[in-house]
């Protein structure tokens, strides 16, 4: 038998079951940046480009993408999601705009890819909504920072810890 959750006996891919597991509230946090220009970064914060207000249709695609996660990912469950809040920051030093999302659930299963999954949205509708101004621009960090609940428990990633 596999230690890998997602392969069953047969070393088939396989959603796990999760129905002996009682519903805990569960709550995920992430981030990631997208680094550009410092004119598209001003179009942006100026509301200046074509396409509209980039950071609110962002964020509404960041909450539409964590609502949206198991149809994206095939072996994510479904979750009945409570919140997900989807922010911005700019990143003047460095020409870039962070993203960070949370997203909550009483489940019986883990928020972590619905976070991860709004982040990663968000900072792709960014790029679209913006590419007209710089095509270079780079996603970049997209990572888990922290998660509660659930039989694992508390998790928070290490500071300034580099991807592995």
């Not at 990631?32 to 509209?52: C, E, Q, V, W, Y």
């Not at 909450?63 to 994206?72: D, F, V």
């Not at 920072?145 to 991807?163: H, N, T």
Request: charged residues 25%; neutral net charge; proline residues 5%.
């Amino acid at each position: 038998m596999s230690d890998l959750s997602h392969v069953n006996r047969a070393g088939e891919a396989s959603m796990v079951d999760v129905s002996a597991k009682p519903a805990t509230a569960r709550a995920a946090r992430a981030e990631g940046r997208i680094r550009m220009s410092p004119d598209a970064l001003r179009a942006i914060r100026d509301n200046t480009l074509a396409k509209g207000d980039v950071l609110a249709v962002a964020r509404v695609a960041g909450i539409q993408a964590a609502k949206r996660t198991a149809e994206l990912i095939p072996l994510c469950h479904p979750l009945p999601l409570t919140d997900v809040q989807v922010r911005f920051d700019f990143e003047d030093a460095t020409s870039a705009i962070r993203c960070e999302a949370e997203a909550r659930t009483v489940a019986a299963t883990g928020v972590e890819m619905e976070a991860v999954t709004a982040v990663a949205v968000a900072l792709l509708t960014v790029y679209d909504m913006a590419k007209s101004v710089d095509k270079a621009m780079r996603i970049e960090g997209v990572r888990l920072l922290e998660k509660s609940g659930g039989k694992s428990g508390p998790w928070r990633a290490p500071e300034d810890a580099p991807a592995r």
